[in-house]
């Protein structure tokens, strides 16, 4: 099989046989560590993903110091903020507990991650799908849990993927070559300067908008990295 980036040019020859770093929910790799002490493991993690990419399983919940098993929570939007409530005991709040941990889990692997493959409708790993409730227990909306919503935020460079869209092989060596394309630019830019990586993909920013060339350049300019890097994946995606 000719996977989509083994003709791919990339800036470094080494990156295609690279395993760039990930993060994924623990459950979905197998880990016994949901609230009712079970797993959801993603099939595509025990045969295709870790044969390209080094996979890091996080559990927001157990790494805020919470068991196994444990009582449910959710979404609540308060009059303060969005808090992780319990579902039936509406005095359990972890909220707390999950924004330490978030910080501390950001500040530990936040170093040339690549990806991030998030849990499904989980009040910490739900990816834009998590039900939001308010405090009657009526449904309200649709969101991100804190751990994704953190990442979302501090990292939007990052390729956050939910685990429904990995179940097919070529959604995953989609979300594959995203991971490398990405590790190349990080590598690339801290290695050898934003300059020559622009010039070096510049057979794809080419294709992109005159204003989103416009951006990048003024990146470049200013050696604003980071905002390079997301920059140019975002308009890559559209």
């Not at 949901?34 to 990419?53: A, C, F």
């Not at 060596?173 to 590598?187: A, E, N, V």
């Not at 050696?223 to 890559?236: H, I, V």
Request: proline share 5%.
């Amino acid at each position: 099989m000719v996977l989509p980036w083994h003709n791919f040019n990339f800036f470094n020859n080494a990156t295609i046989s690279a395993k760039p770093r990930i993060a994924i929910s623990a459950c979905l790799n197998g880990e016994a560590v949901r609230y009712d002490g079970t797993d959801k493991l993603l099939e595509t993690t025990s045969t295709m993903l870790p044969k390209h990419l080094t996979l890091l399983p996080i559990c927001p919940e157990v790494g805020a110091g919470l068991s196994v098993p444990r009582p449910p929570v959710q979404l609540v939007q308060t009059d303060h903020a969005l808090e992780v409530i319990g579902r039936h005991d509406k005095t359990l709040n972890v909220t707390t507990a999950l924004h330490t941990f978030r910080q501390q889990c950001h500040r530990h692997i936040h170093h040339r991650l690549c990806g991030y493959i998030f849990k499904s409708h989980s009040p910490s790993c739900g990816l834009n799908s998590t039900p939001i409730f308010n405090s009657q227990d009526e449904q309200i909306g649709i969101g991100s849990g804190l751990q994704a919503d953190y990442f979302q935020q501090q990292m939007p460079w990052l390729y956050l993927q939910d685990e429904s869209q990995l179940q097919t092989d070529r959604q995953c060596q989609q979300f594959i070559m995203q991971c490398l394309l990405s590790f190349d630019l990080q590598q690339g830019s801290q290695d050898s300067g934003l300059a020559a990586i622009h010039q070096h993909y510049q057979f794809l920013i080419d294709k992109l908008t005159n204003r989103s060339q416009a951006l990048l350049q003024t990146c470049v300019r200013n050696q604003a990295q980071t905002r390079y890097w997301t920059l140019l994946l975002k308009a890559l995606k559209e």
